[in-house]
């Protein structure tokens, strides 16, 4: 199995830019299709962007499109997500997620991802 451990998140203003690592270990990262979610305060955890097994496909939610890239480095062995143009609803803990399988049209629930990170905490500031 994979295990993942995020890292990069912090505190910024309006406007800042941030770069999420998802480091894999055990399997290679290339083997999973790996998606990156978000949780804030009291609401439930929701999809920000996800990269297939193939690496050619990389959806986003709307509310992140255009602001984030998602990017797999396999040398590495890590996902990554450039986040530009924060706000202040962006605010939240984001969590890296891997699944074996090819999810189809499923990428967006978290329910089928089955290897989970911590999650690291994103801040940004008005």
């Known amino acids: 199995q994979v295990q993942l451990v995020e890292s990069g998140g912090g505190t910024v203003q309006t406007g800042g830019s941030l770069r999420l690592s998802c480091a894999a270990s055990?399997?290679?990262?290339?083997?999973?299709?790996v998606g990156w979610f978000r949780q804030a305060p009291g609401k439930e955890r929701e999809f920000v962007s996800a990269i297939r097994l193939s690496g050619a496909s990389t959806p986003y939610a709307d509310s992140v499109k255009g602001r984030y890239t998602i990017s797999r480095d396999s040398a590495k062995n890590t996902v990554y997500l450039q986040m530009n143009s924060l706000k202040p609803e962006d605010t939240a803990v984001y969590y890296c997620?891997?699944?074996?399988?090819?999810?189809?049209?499923?990428?967006?629930?978290?329910?089928?991802?089955?290897?989970w990170g911590q999650g690291t905490q994103v801040t940004v500031s008005s």
């Open positions: 997620a891997a699944s074996p399988r090819y999810l189809g049209g499923t990428y967006y629930n978290p329910a089928m991802y089955d290897y």
């Open positions: 055990g399997r290679p990262v290339s083997g999973y299709t």
